[in-house]
């Protein structure tokens, strides 16, 4: 059982910027892919991006792609998301995920989620 615990949430003006961290327990962290979904109110859940096992290889949802870069340091346990050029629109509640698969197509562990605020 992988327990995950997200921090680094916060309000932030428009373009600012903002570090999530996911610190990662109970499990042996280089076997799962790691990621970070997020949900807006009164909107779906859904894809921010994601790392492989050892972090060699990354993936973005097009919304993001060249504003949010994720990584891990498996030596810690640890998952981040630096998030810079932030717009109101990125205003979610973010969760961090794991599972084995890289495709993280239905992630079999969450953390409880972070929100995040944008101001215009």
């Known amino acids: 059982q992988v327990q995950l615990v997200e921090s680094g949430g916060g309000l932030v003006q428009a373009g600012g910027s903002l570090r999530l961290s996911c610190a990662a327990s109970?499990?042996?962290?280089?076997?799962?892919?790691m990621g970070w979904f997020r949900q807006a109110p009164g909107k779906e859940r859904e894809f921010v991006a994601r790392?492989?096992?050892?972090?060699?290889?990354?993936n973005y949802a097009d919304s993001v792609k060249g504003r949010f870069t994720i990584s891990r340091d498996n030596a810690k346990n640890m998952m981040y998301l630096q998030m810079n050029s932030l717009k109101p629109e990125d205003t979610a509640v973010y969760y961090c995920?794991?599972?084995?698969?890289?495709?993280?197509?239905?992630?079999?562990?969450w953390g409880q989620g972070t929100q995040v605020t944008v101001s215009s």
């Open positions: 109970g499990g042996t962290f280089s076997n799962y892919a």
């Open positions: 995920v794991a599972d084995p698969s890289f495709g993280l197509q239905a992630p079999r562990y």
């Open positions: 790392i492989s096992w050892m972090g060699r290889s990354t």
